[in-house]
């Protein structure tokens, strides 16, 4: 059975550094094309595509946020590691992370099968 | 403003058969499948559609997904009262590098 669990601070000040951390199992980020990808979504608003790790350590971030987001993975614990500096009140949002599989075409955009709940990340002072 | 255009929000009532579109450009829809998540109120979103029009196992065929160029739907038939939920498209961009959701589209059953 697949499953994600995301897990981080509940709540962190304007300016500081957000670490959240995606612990899964029932698969491996080592796989051949597996990847792992971090998605934001603030109160009644849509979803954000924030970064996503490739099995051989490709990264790809959003170009809005590139500046201040970093990603990595711990394959041993089965972690990815997402990194958001100089939070901002506009951050608030629930953080999730979800499984992308093999893609098989150069032309498939890749999709997220699994998710995990979320974690709600309030950025107040 | 999100680079996938969806209509914000659709209604139909029971039974019947609605469509939601999403509506790109050549360097994402045009190019690259697109996928389709269901996001219930207070829960993670759920793949419902991946590679234009393939069906996760365990997703009833009433949800069907089509693209044309640019543009891509989602229909939704025999519609149900558990069908209410936020539907969002998604596809690969390749000026922008990255995945790029759709702005979400509310679906009510009347």
């Known amino acids: 059975q697949v499953t994600l669990r995301e897990s981080g601070p509940a709540l962190v000040k304007p300016t500081q550094t957000l670490t959240l951390t995606c612990t899964f199992s029932g698969f491996s980020i080592s796989a051949t094309g597996m990847s792992v990808g971090w998605i934001r979504q603030p109160p009644g608003k849509a979803l954000e595509w924030l970064a996503l790790i490739d099995w051989d350590d490709d990264k790809y971030f959003s170009t809005s946020l590139k500046t201040r987001l970093s990603i990595s993975k711990d394959t041993s614990k089965n972690q990815v590691v997402l990194t958001m500096t100089n939070m901002d009140p506009v951050d608030t949002a629930t953080y999730f992370c979800?499984?992308?599989?093999?893609?098989?075409?150069?032309?498939?955009?890749?999709?997220?099968?699994?998710w995990g709940q979320g974690t709600l990340v309030t950025v107040s002072s | 403003q999100s680079v996938l255009a969806q209509p914000p929000s659709a209604s139909g009532t029971p039974g019947q058969r609605v469509t939601i579109s999403c509506s790109g450009s050549s360097f994402n829809i045009g190019g690259y499948t697109v996928n389709w998540y269901q996001q219930l109120p207070g829960t993670a979103p759920k793949l419902l559609i991946y590679s234009d029009n393939q069906r996760p196992s365990g997703v009833p065929d009433r949800f069907s997904g089509s693209k044309s160029g640019t543009s891509a739907s989602l229909a939704i038939s025999g519609l149900q009262s558990q069908d209410e939920a936020e539907y969002y498209c998604?596809?690969?961009?390749?000026?922008?590098?990255?995945?790029?959701f759709g702005g979400g589209t509310k679906l009510t059953v009347l």
């Open positions: 979800a499984r992308r599989p093999p893609r098989i075409l150069m032309t498939d955009s890749g999709y997220f099968d699994l």
């Open positions: 998604a596809a690969w961009d390749d000026t922008l590098h990255g995945v790029i």
